[in-house]
């Protein structure tokens, strides 16, 4: 089944600056790697995901890129402000031991942008 | 569009209760549903997957008997916490995937019921 591991798991910046999460996942076969945004007590929100056959994409402040070779993707945030503060979580999509193919989250890195 | 709803948003009981979650797409058919806990400052825990119409598919260590799982329309999955203990005060997210969605990956989640036991 897949395993996703993801680091840092706090991440202090100071408004303005740029940050940086990271994701390794364990199953080759994992096509689809979403980014979640969690505020407390609500609902993840999609803010970016990016797919097997793409190594970057991009919206406004926000990347992911994509090692396929590595098993590795990552998040950068840029000029962050106060409102970035949240817990971000990476996820993949791949093969769970129930064989079916479902979203395998990281263990979240809570983001703290300091104005 | 792709909206989810969960109800209720949160619900307090007595040990040894059973408690049913609702999750509804609002605006699209959820061919799967999936199940979700979060404990305080952790990761969300796929419980289980549920197809419309099937049963469901439960992740390894997760009691189908204690966790009931029915996905009985396009727009409808509810789970059951049944004989329900303080271990199991939680945040429980479902989330849908279906046509008519944005792409056939990304998954809608639900605003989340906490739970909490007592």
């Known amino acids: 089944g897949e395993n996703v591991e993801q680091h840092p798991s706090t991440l202090s910046v100071q408004e303005g600056d740029s940050a940086v999460i990271k994701c390794t996942y364990s199953?080759?076969?994992?096509?689809?790697f979403p980014w979640y945004k969690q505020e407390l007590g609500k609902r993840p929100q999609l803010i970016i995901d990016i797919r097997s056959n793409v190594g970057e994409k991009k919206d406004q402040r926000i990347a992911v890129t994509l090692n396929k070779t590595a098993k590795h993707f990552s998040l950068h945030i840029t000029e962050t402000q106060p409102e970035d503060s949240a817990v971000y979580f990476c996820a993949a999509k791949g093969v769970r031991k129930t064989g079916r193919r479902a979203l395998t989250f990281g263990s979240g890195t809570r983001l703290q942008v300091q104005p | 569009g792709a909206v989810v709803s969960q109800h209720p948003s949160w619900v307090i009981c007595k040990s040894g209760t059973s408690v049913k979650i609702e999750c509804r797409s609002l605006d699209f058919q959820a061919t799967t549903m999936f199940w979700y806990r979060q404990f305080p400052k952790q990761s969300l825990m796929l419980m289980a997957t549920?197809?419309?119409?099937?049963?469901?598919?439960?992740e390894q260590g997760v009691e189908k008997d204690k966790f009931l799982i029915n996905h009985a329309s396009l727009t409808l999955s509810t789970l059951t916490v049944t004989s329900a203990h303080p271990e199991d005060s939680s945040f429980y997210i479902c989330?849908?995937?279906?046509?008519?969605?944005?792409?056939?990956?990304?998954?809608?989640f639900g605003p989340g019921t906490r739970l909490t036991v007592l």
């Open positions: 989330s849908a995937r279906g046509e008519g969605t944005s792409g056939s990956n990304e998954q809608f």
């Open positions: 549920s197809n419309e119409g099937s049963k469901a598919t439960y």
């Open positions: 199953d080759s076969a994992s096509n689809y």
